[in-house]
T-cell receptor
Framework: ETGVTQSPTHLIKTRGQQVTLRCSSQ?????VSWYQQALGQGPQFIFQ???????GRGNFPPRFSGLQFPNYSSELNVNALELDDSALYLCASSFGTRENTEAFFGQGTRLTVV | QKEVEQDPGPLSVPEGAIVSLNCTYSNSAFQYFMWYRQYSRKGPELLMYTYSSGNKEDGRFTAQVDKSSKYISLFIRDSQPSDSATYLC???????????FGAGTRLAVHP
């Protein structure tokens, strides 16, 4: 186990609703990255938070937003859910943001939008 | 063109076989290359990490990077049923640990 925990593990939402996913980073880590993994695909980078500030963002619309708290846990919020948002959402924590810094993944949250 | 291309398989091999998994990438500026293993209903876990060109060995696993052809490989020797998983190649981009993944190759090792 990596020490990165995500909640909830599964949830089902209706198109147009809003959802909040949560991630507790590994002890001592100050960086959290979020990824979306569609079925049969590799994870795609959504954004990264470092010391409570957004440090980078992938090619996702503004209805995907995030937050990092002083204890370095993080939330991913998705507004106006679409069917294509159905995916496994992964968070990864690390100590720092350098390219060669290992990121440890949680088990993911499976989101189904109906 | 995707930045990292990977054949999704699936790949099915008998126990004890040598497995070869491959990816290509498009940007010659990529320097760090990783292989992640992802079991069903789990998050990815780092298996191997390589910097620039060359080989790296860890037990039954060998990672190879050929920057001249933009080709990365993972070899698994004496494959075991417990190796059955999806294998994801990845690199980092943008000067920070933003991971760019391939699509993943699903491997099944049957007894």
């Amino acid at each position: 186990e990596t020490g990165v925990t995500q909640s909830p593990t599964h949830l089902i939402k209706t198109r147009g609703q809003q959802v909040t996913l949560r991630c507790s980073s590994q002890s001592g880590h100050n960086t959290v990255s979020w990824y979306q993994q569609a079925l049969g695909q590799g994870p795609q980078f959504i954004f990264q938070y470092y010391r409570e500030e957004e440090n980078g963002r992938g090619n996702f619309p503004p209805r995907f937003s995030g937050l990092q708290f002083p204890n370095y846990s993080s939330e991913l919020n998705v507004n106006a859910l679409e069917l294509d948002d159905s995916a496994l959402y992964l968070c990864a924590s690390s100590f720092g943001t350098r390219e060669n810094t290992e990121a440890f993944f949680g088990q993911g949250t499976r989101l189904t939008v109906v | 063109q995707k930045e990292v291309e990977q054949d999704p398989g699936p790949l099915s091999v008998p126990e004890g076989a040598i497995v070869s998994l491959n990816c290509t990438y498009s940007n010659s500026a990529f320097q760090y290359f990783m292989w992640y293993r992802q079991y069903s209903r789990k998050g990815p876990e780092l298996l191997m990490y390589t910097y620039s060109s060359g080989n790296k060995e860890d037990g039954r696993f060998t990672a190879q990077v050929d920057k001249s052809s933009k080709y990365i490989s993972l070899f698994i020797r004496d494959s075991q049923p417990s190796d059955s998983a999806t294998y994801l190649c990845a690199t980092t981009s943008g000067g920070y640990n933003k991971l760019i993944f391939g699509a993943g190759t699903r491997l099944a090792v049957h007894p």
